[in-house]
């Protein structure tokens, strides 16, 4: 398996390209403000004695939380810095296993960056909230690009060593890596000669590896973990609070469009495998096929066993997280498909794949919504795009410099804004000021925060206690205890409109400060901490 040198420093290039610029990174604007408590508070266990969700770490069955702890104390950096090396890794881990498949399906190299370059712009898989490319270095982002390196192996043919890839994404997160997995069983499982038995057999060897690997890192885990009974139910209360805050996990509660644009996803992806099935490899075209098909399946499977059989382990693993594998691959195989019948000089024909390669890339909601007149310009960007793609596939110098441009065009041209800024001054001053002056068992509250996310930031960045905040809610996923200890919490003190009052109210509390933003300052008491934005009390 030789490959170009400089094809894959141009996939170098478009990782950093695709880290810096488009998709963009992201720390402590989602997941990551759930991890970093949990990863302090393993690392030193005199940090967050109070707060509720390091108390409860959910990481007995990854190796996220192992991976991290080895890299800091291996090279002394921060838990932001080896989470972010692992981030780029793995991305350029994924681009390389497009490019893998690329290569395979007859592409040239240059055409396999390009296909590569399409993927790398990402895409929001509508529903179960998750992305092609995380912008947060995030364990599911971890796995999906061990995922996609496990598939362009196969692709190439080297079972064992996808089985290694693959197998190590089971030990970052099992949901986003098991409709590979069934993909390759179903695989293993067809007739075929002694020589594709051997290899089969090949690939599914690390995956038992992989098992007995988690099995004793999960005996092995440091501080107290979560303990729950898998086979529970989820009883009323319960349900209702995932159902106002975890509503992505439940199938009801989607708009129809949703199921529309996954109907069209899957309808696309199955003509551009007919487009290219005299260049698919066989066991490929099983993966292929399966593992989308797993992912539509997962719809009526998550209804089925949490809405009507109400089992607390769905919320956990999340299924429906494998309608990733319908756009990703939806995405890959039009992209191919398009780059194809450009070098066949099928001109209309390419550019009309590319579109549909495109479409998830420039825009964050579903199909059917595109075509309200407001969304114009949307799709206006995605034909823009796909046209000069198609332009480029002339020659192999215009399909690197497409692939290379289209990270600054498309969002320039569609408007798509993956995440709005959150971090700022004043909340670094605020925090920085927590961390040197405060105990280290404080804890604040933030009454006026409603669901923003800068309380999240302020407690992986300050190391301290936040008594109740909107994404801290989340760990209801994960643990029942959240209704009694979280839930009234929220509802004491932060769901209801703020109204400045007396700060004695907040000691039987166990609350120590409360911070509110400078509009809200509380009248007749002295802050102890001040700055442009926020204003922080002591508690007497």
């Not at 898998?230 to 708009?255: C, G, K």
């Not at 594998?325 to 070098?343: N, P």
């Not at 198609?390 to 692939?403: F, G, I, K």
């Amino acid at each position: 398996m030789r490959h170009s040198a400089w094809a894959l420093a141009a996939l170098l290039a478009l990782t950093a390209i695709g880290f810096l610029y488009f998709p963009g990174h992201t720390y402590l604007q989602s997941d990551t403000q759930i991890y970093i408590p949990i990863l302090e508070r393993l690392n030193d266990s005199t940090l967050f004695s109070k707060e509720i969700i390091a108390q409860k770490p959910h990481v007995s069955f990854t190796m996220y939380d192992e991976a991290a702890l080895w890299l800091r104390r291996l090279t002394g950096l921060g838990f932001r810095e080896v989470l972010t090396i692992q981030q780029i890794v793995f991305r350029f881990a994924a681009l390389l296993g497009v490019y893998f498949l690329a290569t395979a399906l007859k592409l040239s190299p240059a055409a396999a960056v390009l296909v590569a370059a399409c993927y790398s712009l990402g895409a929001s898989i509508n529903g179960p909230s998750v992305l092609t490319f995380e912008y947060e270095p995030v364990p599911r982002g971890n796995a999906i690009g061990l995922t996609m390196l496990a598939i362009g192996l196969l692709a190439q043919g080297r079972h064992l060593w996808a089985g290694c890839a693959a197998a190590v994404a089971l030990l970052y997160h099992l949901p986003a890596v098991y409709p590979y997995w069934i993909a390759y069983f179903v695989l293993a499982l067809i007739p075929s000669t002694s020589n594709n038995m051997s290899k089969h057999l090949k690939g599914l060897l690390p995956m038992a590896a992989g098992v007995l690997v988690l099995l004793i890192l999960s005996r092995l885990q440091v501080g107290e973990g979560e303990h729950q009974r898998f086979f529970a139910t989820i009883d009323s209360a319960h349900e209702q609070m995932m159902r106002e805050r975890a509503s992505y996990n439940w199938v009801s509660l989607w708009p129809v469009q949703i199921f529309w644009h996954y109907a069209v996803l899957l309808a696309c992806l199955g003509a551009s495998i007919w487009r290219l099935r005299n260049r698919l490899p066989s066991d490929l075209r099983i993966i292929a096929m399966v593992a989308p098909v797993i992912g539509i399946l997962s719809m009526p499977l998550s209804y089925l066993l949490l809405e009507r059989m109400k089992w607390s382990l769905i919320p956990q693993i999340q299924p429906m997280r494998a309608l990733l594998y319908v756009t990703a691959f939806t995405v890959i195989f039009c992209a191919c498909a398009g780059v194809a019948a450009a070098q066949e000089r099928r001109w209309g024909e390419a550019a009309g794949w590319l579109f549909i390669a495109l479409l998830p890339p420039v825009s964050t909601r579903a199909i059917p919504y595109l075509f309200e007149a407001r969304n114009l310009r949307t799709l206006l960007t995605a034909l823009a795009a796909a046209l000069v793609v198609t332009a480029a596939s002339r020659w192999q110098p215009s399909m690197l410099a497409a692939a290379f441009a289209m990270p600054f065009l498309i969002p320039l041209g569609s408007g798509v804004v993956n995440y709005p800024p959150l971090h700022h001054a004043e909340l670094d001053e605020l925090s920085r000021w927590a961390r040197t002056s405060t105990p280290k068992d404080s804890v604040f509250l933030f009454p006026d925060a409603e669901k923003a996310l800068h309380p999240g930031v302020f407690r992986a960045e300050s190391l301290r206690t936040v008594y109740a905040d909107w994404k801290g809610g989340g760990q209801i996923n994960f643990l029942r205890e959240f209704l009694t200890v979280w839930l009234p919490r929220w509802k004491q003190t932060v769901e209801p409109e703020f109204i400045p009052g007396h700060l004695e109210r907040y000691r039987p509390l166990g609350i120590d400060y409360v911070v509110v933003f400078q509009r809200h300052e509380i009248k007749g008491a002295t802050p102890i901490f001040r700055n442009g934005k926020y204003s922080a009390y002591a508690v007497p």
